[in-house]
């Protein structure tokens, strides 16, 4: 990350120097280097910076009236994440939904970024209580991946482990509901999935065993 960091800045950094001195550059290059900023600012926990990349990167896309660019999107995401970590759920909810209904229109290239933000979401509303909403988009996070054909045996292993969450989740979900024979029904089948994708010591195979 502190080497992907080195990179994001210096790429922003030089779109920047461009604009200063009158240099004309492609606003969707800049965007994109602005998002990818962002995200590695995101993993290492630098919420306050990713949010300020990310609102530029949003800034652009729209202004270019590209609203149904998929980078807009992962931006939407990444700055809906800014805000759940300083606990602000409302303004992050209209921004995860707006992300996903880009990303689901922009087909199967952008699955995994689609089910990414269905799985926050849904985390989202298992965390606050709304069980009913969580459980519905797990279930559609298992019917997406039910519908897509692996490519490949780490395409398979993404596909199980996408599977194995949205299991976690509902298993998390009627756990808190007070439905332990549910509870362990999906948690047993996450396990499953966790160790085909990733091995018996993986962390997500530990704590759905935990919470069995």
């Known amino acids: 990350y502190d080497a992907a960091l080195v990179l994001a800045t210096t790429a922003v ?13 492609d606003p969707h ?3 994109s280097s602005l998002q990818s900023l962002a995200m590695v600012h995101e993993c290492l926990s630098h919420y306050a910076e ?22 807009l999107a992962m931006a939407l995401h990444t700055r809906a994440m800014s805000h759940l970590a300083s606990e ?18 922009a087909g199967e290239s952008y699955l995994q970024d689609f089910t990414s933000i269905l799985l926050t979401m849904a985390g989202v509303s298992n965390h606050h209580g709304d ?23 780490d395409h398979a292993a993404w596909l199980n482990g996408m599977s194995a969450r949205a299991l976690f989740g509902l298993g998390s979900s009627y756990a808190q509901g007070g439905q332990g024979d549910e509870a362990v029904d999906y948690l047993s089948r996450s396990i499953e999935l966790f160790e085909v994708g990733y091995g018996l ?12």
Do not use: N
Request: charged share 30%.
């Open 131 to 153: 069980f009913e909403h969580g459980r519905s988009l797990y279930a559609r996070v298992l019917e997406t991946m039910a519908d897509t054909k692996p490519l490949s045996d």
């Open 29 to 31: 290059l800049f965007a």
């Open 13 to 25: 950094a030089t779109y920047e120097a461009k604009a200063e001195v009158g240099v004309s550059s």
């Open 88 to 105: 602000e759920v409302e303004p992050a909810l209209p921004l995860l939904e707006r992300a996903a209904e880009i990303l689901e229109a």
């Open 50 to 71: 990713a949010a300020e990349c990310a609102d530029r990167a949003v800034e652009i896309w729209q202004g270019a009236g590209r609203d149904q660019e998929p980078q």
């Open 201 to 212: 010591d993986h962390p997500e195979v530990v704590s759905a065993k935990q919470a069995i």
